[in-house]
């Protein structure tokens, strides 16, 4: 079936160096996708957005890159600090079709060493 | 958390006991979803709706119901609850399909 998936559920990095989170995504018809953050017990929360239409979105200190020919996205963070540390999910949705619905995968840990 | 609210933030009950979650939003957006985050799955759908008394299923609906009479108001009730639903839900909200959903802060269940 359509899934979202993650290449590593945990990554680990030193204070001030950067970050990159992967993410496999199956459903080529999916335009729509998201990253989200979430720190232990909270709920996730919005990172950074992009649309099919783009390969690459910048935020503060994230980017992100979408590469729609191998079905490929991914979360860049800029001098990683440990306020970063959290669990990282990507997420996608075809616009417009199903309600909205995401479908999201299974998540990254990331943990900054100070 | 974007105007979101969710309640009880934690529960506890017994298997076969019937559970109502609430979720509330101040930003009068139109959708509005009930997830489930479990180890080992991430985040799943289990309904979601698409205006006042318009709902609808999402991947993991069996021994879900939901009721949406006004805007700012989605529940989610079990029925009669199992211990396989133990699981921490979330709410989530968004104002049109082409944006953004923002998280409610969650609702920690234990069925015994």
Redesign the interface.
């Known amino acids: 079936g359509e899934s979202v998936g993650l290449h590593l559920p945990t990554l680990s990095v030193q204070e001030g160096d950067n970050s990159i989170i992967n993410c496999a995504y199956s459903n080529s018809a999916s335009d729509y996708f998201i990253w989200y953050k979430q720190e232990s017990g909270k709920g996730p929360q919005f990172i950074i957005d992009i649309r099919s239409n783009m390969d690459k979105r910048q935020g503060q200190r994230v980017t992100v890159l979408l590469n729609k020919t191998v079905k490929h996205l991914s979360l860049q963070i800029a001098a990683t600090q440990p306020g970063d540390s959290a669990v990282y999910f990507c997420a996608e949705n075809m616009i417009y079709n199903q309600g909205g619905k995401l479908i999201f995968g299974q998540g990254t840990e990331l943990s900054v060493k100070p | 958390?974007a105007g979101i609210t969710q309640s009880p933030r934690h529960k506890v009950t017994e298997t076969g006991t019937p559970v109502t979650l609430r979720c509330h939003q101040t930003e009068n957006h139109r959708?509005m979803?009930w997830y489930r985050q479990d180890p080992?799955?991430?985040?799943?759908?289990i309904h979601?709706s698409?205006g006042v008394k318009d709902t609808?299923k999402?991947e993991v609906s069996d021994g879900y119901s939901v009721s949406r009479s006004k805007t700012e108001d989605f529940l989610l009730t079990l029925e009669s609850a199992t211990s396989s639903q133990t699981s921490v839900y979330?709410c989530a909200i968004?104002e049109?399909?082409?944006?953004?959903?923002?998280?409610?802060?969650?609702t920690r269940l234990t069925v015994l």
Request: hydrophobic fraction near 20%.
């Open positions: 958390d959708y979803y080992g799955h991430g985040l799943r759908l979601y698409y609808d999402g979330f968004r049109d399909p082409n944006n953004e959903q923002f998280f409610g802060p969650g």
